[in-house]
């Protein structure tokens, strides 16, 4: 599972890649098959359901350029159910030493995957 740690500033970071990462990135993941885990770090709350919800309103916004056909709404559909219903490890509390430890964070909020 990709840990994507949301900054206070509201920019988002790909721990395992140790990069910004967008909102349309995020949907490309998901699409593609990844699963992820999507962290305030100031809270630690799992804010993984809201911000596949933001990725998909900003990939249907873009449909002219990007496009959004049945099957990658089916994807990012699935990934929002599947985050709601197991709540994503929901009220884990987000260790942001485990992040910058060596080798970073590997899994969800609060535990490996």
């Not at 900054?7 to 995020?26: C, F, G, P, V």
């Not at 699935?78 to 709540?87: R, S, W």
């Amino acid at each position: 599972m990709r840990t994507i740690i949301k900054h206070a500033n509201r920019r988002l970071y790909d721990a395992s890649e140790r990069r910004a990462i967008t909102l349309m990135e995020i949907s490309r993941l998901v699409i593609g098959g990844e699963s992820i885990s999507v962290v305030d770090r100031a809270s630690g709350e799992d804010i993984t359901v809201v911000t596949l919800l933001q990725s998909l309103l900003e990939r249907l916004r873009r449909r002219s350029s990007e496009g959004l056909g049945l099957e990658d709404a089916d994807r990012l559909v699935a990934a929002l159910k599947t985050a709601m219903v197991a709540g994503t490890r929901a009220g884990d509390p987000y260790d942001s030493e485990a992040e910058t430890s060596v080798g970073g964070r590997t899994g969800a909020a609060g535990g490996s995957a």
